[in-house]
């Protein structure tokens, strides 16, 4: 039987061709390494399974597993490499590309078919052209539109008002009493503490810096009542809680990309890409002794956005 | 009695022809679908052997794990932001309020047999995934795979490239701990500097303000239906155009532009590739159980605001990160509108130009080349030194920016102040890519200048005659040296299972002729 699938003359090829041959010089030997792996493979995957049902470790219901598969899989790459024929084996590439004929044919059939249905109905063609494009067009409201609600002022407002009480996040009021010099508390407006609108928009940093009245900028000057002072707690770059406070050099520090502000200095950021103070919250001490805002935030706090001035 | 019973299986097994009841249910499967020809045609397909062409069998394996693993998860993952006080069996969380996205990550983790080891192993095998994928794109940037007819598979692959990225940081996002929370907020923020629309299409991916209640459940549905439908499908073409085109192969005796050599699909690329298939599983699972990865019961839930000092993203997100971190402060305020340029160009800008010119670079090298012929053999590095110079210089600006991502680390670590590490690394940004180029091309020239580089030696035996000539003749080779110098036969077309064939003890099925 010398049957070829292409029509390349052959040189005879014998049960003794060299490429037919295993790699493995002691074919024997090999074979019997190999059952070990697969032995020792199932024995392991028996091993899985066993630990599953005892409900063993993690890390043993991972050895087992990988380990079993592992070693089957260094088996059988084993078989494959030193077993099967060594080859080379060789495979003729076919053109891919077509007669010019066809290629002709192909470009005929679009441009002359397309011509007699199309030209001659050009009518139609417009109207379902723009059937389709209306749809398109439509199909983006339900797809994008529906998707959330428009930004319009949202970015502009966070929830703190003429007033509000600064609680910390287990709802306890802020007395100008709590915080020792150099203290700082994370606040939120009272009743928002625990929502997903005052921890990602209206959390502020309230430090103590010292006892007198501190004037950070001008125009700010009843915004430190006896040292305290509070910023929105959203990086200026990209948003990430500026939770860490350097109390020696009265640093606020943004554990994600490093950008510092100076407290003392209306959190000018003096190191790191951003390029923004923190906003400062106006707030007054009550006679009651409690933090409470004079006002929200005078400019929008976090990152920049485009319609932001 | 017996003796008819004999008599009619001989019988039925000569009347099912020299291949038995295989051959029959072949036979009726090509009456229906006339697929012998081309089965068999596939059975002697050709795949050349070279140790880096596996590392795109890496990428589709740890695939094939990421879905199995994937599934698993999918069974007991809650996609929802609902809060409710956790009691479940990680104690210390006892009584806390979270997410039912995080709590039902915890309960997979401890309650779920196994499932710590999927969820590690899932991790693990996204970033083997994202990482073979890089390496395997490398291999075929360096030795010009990309070329004449191929440049669509580039493509093809670059996208999954693309895809795999993203569904990274998707699934990342979804157990709602406290350090994927932080990268949610950084995209929201990337997503709100894009000039003009930012706003609109942070709040209609987030459902509004961030974080909102919305982004966990549209994760999750593009996380593990609609971007791995897009990856299997790529896949598939990507697969295809690989059959069709064929393998491309490096030069050497016996190889050239119009021919493939190799190992043939059936028996042995099959026993390799399926090996393959079982070490990348049994590696991955090793890695989950004895490599933690993703600790999210030690982050705890998301709090918007509460954060955790020295994370740092997946690997593949590194170069972002470190961009964003050396990206000097340049925001634009002007005409009543701000483009905060210190997010916008190194998390939209800079990714864009990185991936664009990827996209481009078949074009622009066969432009610049004015090559437009088809290539079938690859390139050895060294023989297209600016190609290998310009991808090197590529290449080390991400590993700087990679670094980059840990400043801070680097400075604890080396007892330096953040802000010289911080200037070295805007420095060497620019120093390290206009250094590696002109290295890279020198090594590669000094390379090419190398006789016979590359190509294993033979030994000489040197002889003295009787009248003191001294003569060097080529040793007698070995069987393991000749291997590469064999010239290359067709595959045998007619295996017969006839009396003159056996399978040896090798398991090599001998061929009669």
């Given amino acids: 039987m010398t049957e070829h699938r292409t029509p390349v003359s052959l040189t005879t090829v014998s049960e003794s061709a060299e490429n037919l041959q295993p790699l493995a010089k002691n074919p024997i030997a090999v074979e019997r390494r190999i059952a070990v792996l697969f032995l020792a493979g199932m024995l392991l995957e028996v091993g899985f399974g066993w630990s599953y049902w005892v409900n063993s470790p993690s890390w043993i219901l991972g050895a087992t597993l990988g380990g079993g598969l592992s070693l089957m899989g260094i088996g059988l790459i084993a078989w494959g490499k030193y077993l099967m024929p060594r080859g080379p084996f060789v495979e003729e590439r076919h053109d891919l590309a077509s007669t010019s004929d066809e290629r002709d044919a192909f470009a005929g059939a679009i441009i002359e078919r397309g011509a007699s249905v199309v030209k001659r109905r050009k009518v139609l063609g417009g109207l379902l052209g723009g059937g389709l494009g209306v749809f398109s067009v439509t199909a983006l409201f339900p797809l994008i539109r529906s998707l959330g609600p428009l930004p319009k002022g949202s970015l502009f407002h966070t929830d703190w008002r003429k007033g509000s009480y600064a609680v910390d996040i287990t709802g306890h009021r802020i007395h100008v009493d709590d915080l020792s010099i150099g203290s700082i508390v994370t606040v939120f407006p009272e009743g928002l503490q625990e929502t997903n609108n005052g921890q990602a928009v209206d959390q502020t940093v309230l430090i103590r810096i010292s006892n007198e009245n501190f004037v950070t900028q001008k125009g700010r000057e009843t915004w430190g009542p006896q040292g305290y002072l509070a910023y929105s707690k959203l990086c200026s770059h990209l948003g990430c809680p500026v939770g860490l406070y350097e109390q020696q050099l009265k640093m606020l520090v943004c554990p994600c990309h490093q950008s510092m502000f100076d407290v003392t200095n209306g959190a000018i950021p003096n190191f790191g890409p951003a390029p923004r103070p923190l906003p400062q919250l106006p707030i007054y001490v009550d006679v009651a002794g409690y933090i409470r805002a004079q006002s929200d935030f005078k400019e929008p706090v976090g990152p920049g956005f485009w319609e932001r001035s | ?513």
């Fill in chain 2, 1 to 513: 009695m017996s003796k008819t019973i004999i008599r009619t299986k001989r019988s039925q097994k000569e009347a099912l022809g020299p291949y038995g009841s295989l051959g029959k249910v072949l036979g009726e499967l090509d009456d229906r679908l006339g697929m012998a020809k081309a089965g068999r045609t596939f059975m002697d397909k050709i795949f050349p052997d070279h140790w880096s062409f596996m590392l795109g069998e890496i990428a589709l394996y740890s695939f094939v794990v990421l879905l199995a693993t994937g599934v698993f998860l999918g069974l007991y993952y809650v996609p929802s932001q609902a809060l409710v006080t956790y009691h479940g069996s990680y104690a210390p969380l006892e009584g806390m309020r979270v997410t039912q996205a995080f709590a039902s990550s915890i309960d997979l983790s401890f309650a779920v047999r196994g499932g710590m080891l999927m969820r590690q192993m899932h991790h693990w095998a996204c970033d083997i995934f994202v990482g073979a994928i890089v390496v395997h794109m490398a291999r075929v940037f360096f030795t010009g795979a990309f070329r004449k007819p191929r440049e669509l598979n580039w493509s093809i692959g670059l996208t999954m490239l693309i895809l795999a990225i993203t569904n990274g940081f998707l699934g990342y996002s979804l157990p709602d701990d406290l350090v994927s929370g932080t990268g949610l907020r950084i995209a929201y923020s990337i997503m709100l500097s894009i000039p003009g629309v930012g706003t609109y299409l942070a709040y209609f991916v987030f459902g509004g303000n961030f974080p909102g209640t919305s982004v966990i459940p549209r994760f999750f549905i593009l996380h593990e239906l609609i971007v791995p439908a897009l990856i299997v499908g790529l896949v598939s073409a990507h697969l295809f155009l690989l059959v069709r085109q064929k393998h491309t192969q490096f030069g050497g005796r016996g190889r050239t532009e119009t021919n493939v050599v190799g190992s043939p699909m059936f028996p042995v690329f099959i026993a390799k590739t399926n090996g393959f298939l079982l070490l990348v599983t049994g590696g991955t699972a090793l890695l989950g159980a004895l490599a933690q990865i993703n600790p999210i019961w030690q982050f705890g839930p998301y709090d918007a605001s509460k954060i955790s000092y020295a994370v740092q993203p997946d690997w593949y997100m590194g170069f972002l990160d470190g961009i964003l971190r050396i990206m000097p402060a340049w925001s634009f305020h002007n005409f009543g509108h701000t483009i905060p340029w210190e997010v916008t160009f190194p998390a939209v800008i800079f990714p864009g130009i990185v991936f664009n010119l990827c996209y481009a670079w078949p074009t622009i090298e066969r432009l610049y080349t004015k090559d437009n012929n088809m290539h079938n053999l690859l390139d050895r590095p060294r023989d297209r030194p600016k190609r290998t110079a310009a991808g090197a210089a590529i290449f080390s600006v991400l590993a700087l920016l990679f670094i980059a991502s840990s400043t801070d680390v680097i400075a604890n670590f080396l007892h330096v102040s953040l802000e010289s590490v911080l200037w070295s690394m805007r420095a060497l940004v620019f120093i390290v890519p206009a250094v590696t180029y002109p290295v890279t091309l020198k090594i590669c020239r000094e390379l090419q200048a190398v006789h016979d580089g590359g190509k294993r030696k033979t030994p000489n035996v040197v002889t003295r005659s009787a009248t003191g000539e001294y003569l060097a003749t080529l040793a007698p080779s070995v069987v393991d040296d000749v291997h590469h110098e064999l010239e290359a036969e067709l595959v045998p077309t007619f295996i017969t299972a006839d009396a003159g064939t056996s399978l040896s003890s090798t398991g090599v099925r001998s061929v009669e002729r």
